[in-house]
């Protein structure tokens, strides 16, 4: 069983930045050589897929609403992976998940590919 923890939501004025940062308990993310995605949800609509990374960092994925704007990485060495987002919109507002697991290239994006969520963490732009 992995436990997943997003931290780093916010309330943030347009144009600004905020960085998310998931970790895992029980198991490491790369001991179990599973990815990670972040995903969110805004109020009424359906969640979905923001950006997500494979285990060893080499490839990432964005959606194209975030592309250029949001940017993943992973630290190994602590366990975590962060989504660095910047020139945040209105729009980005909504509760952002963070979740774990096998990632193919033609399922990345999609809600079932992930095995473990986080509880989810807020993030408010304000116009």
């Known amino acids: 069983q992995v436990h997943v923890v997003e931290s780093g939501g916010g309330l943030v004025q347009a144009g600004g930045s905020l960085r998310l940062s998931c970790t895992a308990s029980?198991?490491?993310?790369?001991?179990?050589?599973?990815?990670q995605g972040w995903f969110r949800q805004a109020p009424g609509k359906e969640r979905e897929f923001v950006s997500a990374i494979v285990w060893s960092g080499s490839q990432t994925y964005y959606s194209d609403s975030v592309k250029g704007r949001f940017t993943i990485f992973r630290d190994n060495a602590k366990n975590t992976v962060y989504l660095q987002m910047n020139s945040l919109k209105p729009e980005d507002t909504a509760i952002y998940y963070c979740?774990?697991?096998?990632?193919?290239?033609?399922?990345?994006?999609?809600?079932?590919?992930?095995?473990?969520w986080g509880q989810g963490t807020q993030v408010t732009v304000s116009s």
């Open positions: 979740a774990a697991g096998k990632l193919y290239s033609d399922s990345y994006d999609l809600v079932d590919t992930y095995d473990y």
């Open positions: 029980r198991r490491t993310f790369s001991n179990i050589g599973m990815g």
